[in-house]
């Protein structure tokens, strides 16, 4: 079975850290962009970052640029969304999501597998 999982959130405090992670089962995710997506309550899902499968590239939200970093480990095969200096609009429920294009985008229909989110909440 073709499945993402992905763990890590919590409740941290505004300028605290955490590290997201994204595990595939069934399928090699090297040969696949992932992205890290959000939704809070009562908007609309958006892109954060993603990384690309050809060459690695990585792209970031204007409004993580500077705090977030995504990255691959190709033996674990998963990817992962370090979170540092976290602000109470972060809070979301955060998903992964696997394309087999390749390459990054921020449309939600790219995606061809999703994880079940997990929660982050900032708050102090």
């Known amino acids: 079975q073709l499945q993402l999982v992905d763990s890590g959130g919590g409740l941290v405090q505004p300028g605290g850290s955490l590290r997201l992670s994204c595990a595939a089962s069934?399928?090699?995710?090297?040969?696949?962009?992932i992205g890290w997506f959000r939704q809070a309550p009562g908007k609309e899902r958006e892109g954060v970052s993603c990384i690309s499968s050809s060459d690695g590239s990585t792209y970031y939200a204007d409004s993580v640029k500077g705090r977030f970093t995504i990255s691959r480990d190709n033996a674990k095969n998963t990817v992962y969304l370090q979170m540092n200096r976290l602000k109470p609009e972060d809070t979301a429920v955060y998903y992964c999501?696997?394309?087999?294009?390749?390459?990054?985008?921020?449309?939600?229909?790219?995606?061809?597998?999703w994880g079940q989110g997990t929660q982050v909440t900032v708050s102090s």
């Open positions: 069934g399928f090699t995710l090297d040969y696949y962009a």
């Open positions: 999501a696997a394309n087999r294009i390749g390459k990054c985008s921020w449309r939600v229909s790219w995606y061809d597998y």
